[in-house]
């Protein structure tokens, strides 16, 4: 069964730090594309950002840019996000999930979606 669950929020000042951990099952990371997604309350739910498999393109959303790191630990077989200065407006809870091949570009969606983590920026 492919899942993937999110760990690692919690409740931080602007301008703190988090790094959250996806944990993967059922597959290896390093044979998909892997997403972090954002969803604040009443809102859509938004990629944040993608890790392609083999060539490691990454994509971040503008907002996020310069600020959040994802990478990959195949031997581990996690993805993480690195969060440095973290803003109010980052609040959100946070998913992670699969695309069905190698690359961010590639159309369709995401599976092994699991539970999120909160992450709550306080002013």
């Known amino acids: 069964e492919v899942q993937l669950q999110a760990f690692g929020g919690g409740l931080v000042q602007a301008g703190g730090s988090l790094r959250l951990s996806c944990a993967a099952s059922?597959?290896?990371?390093?044979?998909?594309?892997i997403g972090w997604f954002r969803q604040a309350p009443g809102k859509e739910r938004k990629v944040v950002s993608c890790i392609s498999s083999s060539d490691n393109n990454t994509y971040y959303e503008d907002s996020v840019k310069g600020r959040f790191t994802i990478s990959r630990d195949n031997g581990k077989n996690t993805v993480y996000l690195q969060m440095n200065n973290l803003k109010p407006e980052d609040t959100a809870v946070y998913y992670c999930?699969?695309?069905?091949?190698?690359?961010?570009?590639?159309?369709?969606?995401?599976?092994?979606w699991g539970q999120g983590t909160q992450v709550t920026v306080s002013s």
């Open positions: 059922g597959f290896n990371v390093d044979d998909y594309a």
């Open positions: 999930a699969r695309k069905g091949g190698y690359y961010c570009s590639e159309s369709g969606g995401y599976a092994g």
